[in-house]
Structure formats: structure tokens, C-alpha cells
């Protein structure tokens, strides 16, 4: 990669970050182009030579991310960790990441955008279910996650928690903390009981 394409790379990252700061502070209905361009101190020109419009350059940026944050659950699953010590950091992560997108901005998102949300539910049943339907699996081999469980009600559960924290509200969202976390974690391991 020479020097100009470098410099072209930088500014589209640079844009896509100050894209992804302002969706999670105002979602996608209360930013532009010209508040992006400000925040990546760049022209609105260098944004149109990048990307073809708001929507796009949205679309494009939530794709980035979802990508990146894939890989690095990917990289949590597939690791030499215990079963325990991965649920743990997928939980820190998860947390994290409500501090960069908000979970009900991203929701309306999917919603408003056809092309995105064909885009998710692809990349969904293409990629992050069969992830987890393999750890899944690979757990109950190793004895690690009940195997008389059936995968079906194991997704099932998980797609509750999932949801039930997609649906936290801006200012629960920033009071989830570590210990939030660990607390899940415990439901998950133990239940409600306390032995």
C-alpha cells in the first residue's frame, strides 16, 4: 500500500470513527454530514469522495464495527480459556460495547434500513449463529455446558439475555458495570439458587 492509499484509508477510518461516536450520541436520525465532517475534521467533499451519502456511510461504518466486534468474540470462543473465563469476557465486552453503540439506536437502525438489516440477518445465520452453535457444541463435548441440554433451548435462553440487554435504557446502560457482569454470570452458572 503506497502513500496516497494510506492517507485514503486514515481519513476513511477517521470518518467512520467520528461516524460511530455521533450515532451513539444522537442515533441515526439526529446527525449529518456536516456535524460528521466537523467531528472528523474533514470536508463534507472528502466524505462524498468517500462515501455516496449519510446513509451509506452509516450503513458502511455499523457493518465495521459489527465485523470487528465478530472477530473478537470469535477470537474469545475459539480460545484455550475455560468455558466460565469466556463467558466472562464476552460479558466485559458486551458491556464495553454499550459505550459505543447504543444497542437501541443500532435496533432502530436495522429497522429503517433495508439493505443493512438483509445484510444482518445474513451475516447472522452465515456467520455469528453457526460461531455459536459451535462453542455450543464444543462445550457439551468437553462437558463444560450440560449435553442434555438441546442447543435450540441453550439459543433460546441466550436470545432472551440478549434481548433483555438490548433493551436497557441510556442511563442503565451507563451504570452496567463489571459487577453487573459477574452477576449474570452467576444466574447464568447457578441460577437464583443459593447453593
Not at 34 to 41: F, H, N, Y
Request: aromatic fraction near 12%.
Amino acid at each position: 500500500m503506497n502513500g496516497f492509499e494510506r492517507r485514503k484509508k486514515q481519513k476513511q477510518q477517521d470518518i467512520q470513527s467520528a461516524t460511530l461516536k455521533l450515532f451513539n450520541q444522537y442515533g441515526p436520525s439526529g446527525m449529518n454530514i456536516a456535524k460528521i465532517a466537523k467531528a472528523a475534521k474533514v470536508s463534507q467533499v472528502t466524505i462524498y469522495n468517500h462515501f455516496e451519502n449519510k446513509e451509506q456511510l452509516i450503513r458502511e461504518t455499523i457493518k465495521a464495527y459489527l465485523m470487528e466486534q465478530f472477530e473478537l468474540y470469535e477470537q474469545l470462543l475459539l480460545s484455550n480459556s475455560t468455558f466460565e473465563t469466556k463467558l466472562k469476557n464476552i460479558m466485559f465486552e458486551k458491556a464495553k460495547s454499550f459505550k459505543t453503540i447504543n444497542p437501541q439506536f443500532l435496533q432502530e437502525l436495522i429497522l429503517q434500513d433495508e439493505p443493512l438489516q438483509r445484510w444482518f440477518h445474513s451475516f447472522y445465520s452465515e456467520q455469528s449463529l453457526p460461531l455459536l452453535i459451535k462453542f455450543i457444541k464444543t462445550s457439551q463435548q468437553k462437558g463444560e455446558i450440560n449435553p442434555e441440554l438441546s442447543v435450540d433451548t441453550i439459543l433460546f435462553y441466550i436470545q432472551a439475555l440478549k434481548t433483555q440487554l438490548d433493551q436497557l435504557a441510556p442511563h442503565e446502560i451507563a451504570t452496567f458495570d463489571k459487577n453487573k457482569s459477574l452477576e449474570i454470570l452467576h444466574i447464568f452458572f447457578k441460577g437464583i439458587s443459593p447453593n
